[in-house]
């Protein structure tokens, strides 16, 4: 089992930066993708970002640019910088461990509000 805990959510005016992170404990192999997905009221989970064990990152267009995935691998912290943002990157934020050798897990989501 991988629990996994979000912090760094809240409210920001369009154009402002937050830096949300996801701390995992329990047992993780060595080999592992973690990520972030959002879902906005309304609409489907997609993905934002994830970064393999390696450094391998892999970002959705709208937010390439903008956005900038992270990870210490001695804390099993992976963050999301997140800049410039919009009305439209408004949603639930969910952070996301998986490997190989078993195992998909979720946090329980972190609001990100972007409103002025």
């Known amino acids: 089992q991988v629990q996994l805990v979000e912090s760094g959510g809240g409210l920001v005016q369009p154009g402002g930066s937050l830096r949300l992170s996801c701390a995992a404990s329990?047992?993780?192999?060595?080999?592992?993708?973690m990520g972030w997905y959002r879902q906005a009221p309304g609409k489907q989970r997609e993905l934002v970002a994830a970064i393999s064990n390696g450094g391998v990152t892999n970002y959705a267009e709208y937010v390439k640019g903008r956005f900038t995935i992270s990870r210490d691998n001695a804390k099993n912290t992976v963050y999301l910088q997140m800049n410039s943002l919009k009305p439209g990157d408004t949603a639930v934020y969910y952070c996301?461990?998986?490997?190989?050798?078993?195992?998909?897990?979720w946090g329980t989501g972190a609001l990100v509000t972007v409103a002025s």
């Open positions: 329990g047992t993780i192999f060595s080999i592992n993708t």
């Open positions: 996301n461990h998986r490997s190989p050798y078993g195992g998909d897990y």
